[in-house]
């Protein structure tokens, strides 16, 4: 196989077309499948693409954390969690536990 390159660009329009319409075809096969069967089994929006938190967080997710710390100058607290807050930066821990 010798083709020139102008040759093989021209192959390779005539399979991108090719490609495109097995793709839209193949597509809207899926899409007539999808709908028979929400038609069939009455699905909705709601069955096929849930929204909201329901079955995807944790059980702790928003749950309220006790301080493990406490500054004694301005009485702030921190959980413990997170980005430690700059007056317990480069302390011990200890002395501003609660």
Known sequence: MNASYKELLKQREAL??????????ELATAVAQVRELVAEYGLTQQDVFPTGRTGRTSATSGVKVAPKYRDPVTGQTWTGRGKAPKWIQNEDREKFAI
Do not use: L, V
Not at 16 to 25: D, T, W
């Open 16 to 25: 991108e077309q090719q490609i495109n319409e097995a793709r839209r075809r």
